[in-house]
């Protein structure tokens, strides 16, 4: 079992606001993430995939196919968007960087061939700020 | 103490100060804010945005991890050593930049950027500006601010 990961980044607006809360709840909760005008980051997107080795190619996969599928599934929908307002696959969510993660496991694991297994999503909000997801 | 002595030690103590007044040394501190903002001109057609500014024009906004790099130069003091004490940098770059601008949008929420496109290059200028009457007059002031990890501007040029 080998495990190969793909570094992609996206940048994007957001806000960490409850609709269902009072301004003053979400400012208690959430701070200064709860900007009504938003805020943004640099996100840096690492995907991690695992399987055996194929003889003939030496590959897991083809990293360059991986990479075509972030771009495609993940980077274009969320690449200098709102990710509040413009991304369909959290629509109706709370855009925390854990609810991103798992959006995008969502997006990626249907696209992986047989034998190609989604083991992690990591995402990098800034510099010092990342979740893990395991698909668990 | 032998009079030889005393002077070779006051003689090599002159020769430090003035081994130190000619030496100029950079200090820098590195802060980071995060934002969002829109690239647009006002003035244009959403059409003429579009092609300028490109995905930078999302109406509903865009937002980076800026990394800030504050740069100055001058002579060290000759009592403390310092060109500057660090902590007071950083207590002033917390002061006049980080509270404007940490989880802001640029466009909206900044009287700085209300008539003024917030790009790379014009954050920069703002933030000298915004520094430069806090230090002291004898100390070089440069910007150098990181959009994302690989862009990045310089002010003064």
């Not at chain 2, 030690?9 to 130190?20: A, H, N, P, S, V």
Request: aromatic share 12%.
């Amino acid at each position: 079992m080998v495990y190969l990961t793909r570094l992609e980044h996206f940048n994007a607006a957001h806000k960490l606001y409850n609709p269902a809360w009072s301004k003053e709840k979400n400012d208690a909760v959430f701070g200064i993430c709860a900007n009504e005008n938003w805020h943004g980051h640099n996100f840096d997107l690492f995907v991690t995939i695992k399987g055996k080795v194929n003889e003939d190619t030496g590959f897991l996969f083809d990293v360059k196919k991986l990479s075509d599928l972030m771009k495609i599934h993940v980077i274009e929908k969320l690449d200098h968007k709102n990710l509040n307002m413009d991304v369909d696959f959290m629509r109706d969510k709370m855009c925390s960087t854990e609810n991103l993660a798992v959006g995008i496991w969502q997006q990626l694991a249907p696209h992986l061939p047989q034998g190609v297994i989604l083991h992690c999503v990591k995402l990098y909000e800034t510099p010092r700020i990342y979740v893990e997801y395991y698909g668990e | 103490m032998p009079a030889f002595d005393f002077c070779k030690k006051e003689k090599r103590g002159i020769l430090f100060t003035e081994y130190m007044t000619q030496k100029k040394v950079s200090v820098f501190r590195h802060e980071h804010f995060n934002a969002a903002h829109r690239l647009y001109n006002p003035l244009w057609s959403f059409e003429q945005n579009d092609a300028v500014f490109g995905k930078c024009n999302n109406p509903n906004f865009h937002g980076h991890n800026y990394e800030l790099v504050v740069k100055i130069t001058g002579v060290p003091n000759a009592d403390t050593g310092y060109v500057m004490d660090l902590k007071q940098l950083s207590d002033l770059i917390k002061q006049e930049v980080h509270e404007r601008f940490d989880h802001k949008n640029l466009n909206m929420d900044t009287a700085e950027f209300k008539n003024l496109n917030p790009t790379a290059e014009n954050i920069a200028v703002v933030i000298y500006d915004l520094l430069r009457p806090h230090i002291d007059a004898d100390k070089d002031l440069q910007i150098r601010l990181y959009e994302t990890p690989r862009n990045f501007v310089e002010y003064p040029a």
